[in-house]
């Protein structure tokens, strides 16, 4: 079935620090692959998606390209702030297996300054 | 986009007990969701609720344990019933917004349940 495997955390860093955050998915069809981000007492919000491959979402910096041959959507921001502290959510929504969106453990980013 | 208000947004319960989450949208929507994230796992989709009709359960969730209602178009509740320590996770309210591209899911803040 279809699954989402994401790099476990906590991951901390310093303030500019080149961030990557790994996510790889198993999906039966070509998945909607997404980015969810949940800043501390809020609840979870899009970040980033990418439909089809190739495609590479971006928003506040951050970036994640779809890659179909080793099946990731790893995100990356190239410096990071301490504002980007929370917990990342890799994402996945397959149209041959319901329209349901299976997401990953969640990674926790702190950055510190 | 939509702003849902979850509550309670964290609550204690004793064993045998059964607590209802409430979910508020600030716009109508068709289906709304109901997930949940315990310790260290994904999240998992308990169920979809409709207005109008009965919710569907995901595989390994009963309607007797996760009754939902659906008033309207902008509220719905999950009860957890008869509940265990292992219930003890956090559940999310979630809709989607099928406007703009859609695939876009609007997530509650969550309700962090602890059953001792």
């Known amino acids: 079935g279809d699954s989402v495997t994401q790099m476990e955390g906590p991951v901390t860093l310093s303030e500019e620090a080149f961030l990557t955050i790994n996510c790889t998915y198993t999906?039966?069809?070509?998945?909607?692959l997404f980015w969810y981000v949940q800043y501390p007492g809020e609840g979870l919000q899009l970040l980033l998606k990418?439909?089809?491959?190739?495609d590479k979402g971006s928003n506040k910096g951050f970036e994640a390209t779809y890659r179909k041959e080793t099946t990731s959507f790893h995100l990356e921001k190239g410096s990071v702030q301490v504002s980007d502290s929370a917990v990342y959510f890799c994402?996945?929504?397959?149209?041959?297996?319901?329209?349901?969106?299976?997401f990953g453990t969640g990674t926790s980013l702190t950055v510190i300054p | 986009s939509a702003v849902i208000s979850q509550k309670p947004s964290r609550d204690i319960c004793q064993r045998g007990t059964s607590l209802t989450i409430q979910c508020q949208v600030d716009?109508?929507?068709?289906?709304m969701f109901w997930y949940r994230q315990q310790p260290g796992q994904s999240l998992t989709l308990i169920a979809t609720?409709?207005?109008?009709?009965?919710?569907?359960?995901e595989s390994g969730f009963v309607i007797d344990k996760f009754p939902i209602s659906r008033p309207n178009l902008t509220f719905s509740t999950l009860t957890v019933s008869n509940m265990s320590p292992e219930d003890s996770s956090i559940y999310l309210c979630?809709?989607?917004?099928?406007?703009?591209?859609?695939?876009?899911?609007?997530f509650g803040s969550g309700t962090q349940l602890s059953v001792l």
């Open positions: 979630s809709v989607e917004d099928l406007g703009r591209g859609g695939e876009k899911l609007f």
């Open positions: 999906a039966t069809g070509y998945p909607s």
């Open positions: 990418a439909t089809k491959a190739d």
């Open positions: 994402a996945l929504r397959d149209q041959n297996t319901g329209n349901q969106f299976y």
């Open positions: 716009s109508q929507v068709t289906m």
């Open positions: 609720a409709n207005q109008g009709s009965e919710a569907t359960y």
